[in-house]
């Protein structure tokens, strides 16, 4: 699954390497170097208890209802999903790897069973331990809710995987039966990934939205959301009925909403939030290089981000796919992503749509021909039928050119990035305007229902799988049809691609995938469904009285391991 952050793409099975750069700032040493994203502070038996934790949020969800479409948001999973609800499946790292490993949820790996390859089936052994936090045992029940909740659900974020299951039988409370429809690759994400398992016991019969767009305060993980004041912050403590080894530590986890980079490098550099996790600006970078006192920082490039330029291929003027590619002849991404990224060693664009943590299974050049080339905008947008009206703007039909470009407010970077795309695009006759929006209000509603032409923001994985039928597959576009369920937020409908991708998702062999990884990345990039821009390097920032195994996770998040944190006394 991917989330924007947006919580961003459902990619990943297997093991895929991540090479992590390490700085530590302040110190005798400020310059990056090369390291293994080994970054523990303390001995977790040396960690102490107690004491108060506030984290610099740079967005919050539109909702918590993790199931629904307003919950688009990556801050939303890491810093209240990954801490409440169970899942199957983690995401650690075993030595250079990252990998899908089974939680302590279960009590035995889960293994697909193709006997009967029409009918594959997984059997869950779930913990005895487990229980949420009123003391209910985790059970099957919440494993079938789950699965009718997103297969039969209106308004589904993504029902991909879910509705290729036929059944979910409970032989005994502890046992999960799965038995799919057909071979679906990416099962390992399932009851787990952007959604984890929801209680039966609490919300069959009740309206999901109501119970928990506003939070909730169940949980089965090792955290409780205390309160939630929206725009301002919102608030974890300890499980006192947590099951598992690994409890809360601190006394209590603020996350502060600071929307603004730069506020948020004020902040931290006052002592007023202790962790922050920015998007990269180019300020940031510097602060970085020049050394913050009493500051510990980690980043890489090779992430499971994309940021690209996300266009709606049903809305004026892209609907025709020689506008959308006359938009991309129109711009210099190579100058854009040195000027943003250089000093991080990011020094091209990305030329796929798939992150780089799964380049194996992608045409990591399938981009590299759009170039800026403005003999080439004409021609194509001449041969469709447009000409240069008085003010140099291509006009046709009466209708002119003009381009709305959204992203999320107080990005610096995305500011100064769309700044620069207004002057080229407007040099090869496109009209273009910013309309930043609210990151709830954007991946929660105007994503989803499709309002927008071009948005710029960052895809960010929420589990470890190959295969994009869930962003560009047309049954996934969000529509009275499907109930609005779906990711295909860009509207691609292209038959062809669905051909690929839909073998893609039936497929287990790594190789098969490959093939099919590339033949839908040459397919995406023929018609120029949407245009890459960069890998959306990680930061994170912790102050150096934060201990523990401070680490950034490149799916579970920047605080997948929060509950060993803790304060220097």
Known sequence: MIRQRKRSLRLVAGALTLALVAAACGGDDDDPKEGD????????????????????????????????????????????????????????????????????????????????????????????????????????????????????????????????????????????????????????????????????????????????????????????????????????????????????????????????????????????????YPQPQIDAVEQIEAGIEGAKSEYSANTGNLEALWINNAAFPFEDVAVRQAFAYSINRDAIVEALFGPLGVERPMHTLNPPILSEFADTEAWAGYTQDLDTVNELMEGAGWARNDDGFWEKDGKQADVEIKSTLGNRRREVTVTELISQLGESGFNVTFNPQDAGALFGEQGPAGDFQVALYAQVLTFITTGQCNLFCAKNIPSEANDNAGQNWTRTDIPELDEALEALDATLDEEEQARLGKQADAIQAENMISLPLDPLPNILLWSDTVVGPVSDNPVLGPFANLSQWGLAA
């Open 37 to 276: 994203g080994d970054t523990t502070t303390t001995a977790a038996a040396e960690v102490p208890e107690g004491g108060e934790l506030v984290i610099g949020a740079e967005q919050q969800p539109d909702c918590m209802a993790w199931i629904l479409s307003c919950a688009g948001s990556s801050w939303g999973y890491w810093s209240a999903n990954v801490h409440t609800m169970p899942r199957v499946f983690d995401t650690v790292k075993e030595g250079d790897a990252w990998v899908a490993k089974a939680s302590a949820l279960v009590t035995a790996e889960p293994e697909l069973d193709l006997s009967d390859p029409a009918k594959p089936v997984v059997t869950y052994s779930i913990n005895p331990d487990a229980v949420w936090n009123d003391e209910t045992p985790v059970s099957c029940d919440d494993f079938e809710f789950t699965w009718r909740a997103v297969a039969e659900g209106d308004d589904v974020y993504d029902p991909t995987g879910y509705t290729d299951i036929e059944s979910v039988d409970c032989p005994d409370p502890q046992t999960a039966v799965v038995t799919f429809s057909k071979v679906y690759s990416g099962w390992k994400q399932l009851f787990g990934g952007g959604y984890g398992i929801h209680p039966a016991h609490l919300l069959d019969g009740k309206d999901m939205e109501a119970e928990m767009a506003s939070g909730y305060s169940f949980s089965a993980g090792p955290w409780v959301i205390e309160s939630w004041e929206k725009d301002v912050e919102w608030t974890l403590v300890p499980n006192e009925n947590y099951w598992g080894e690994d409890t809360a530590k601190l006394d209590k986890v603020i996350f502060r909403l600071q929307a603004d980079t730069s506020a948020q490098f004020t902040a931290f550099k006052a002592g007023e939030v202790s962790v922050i």
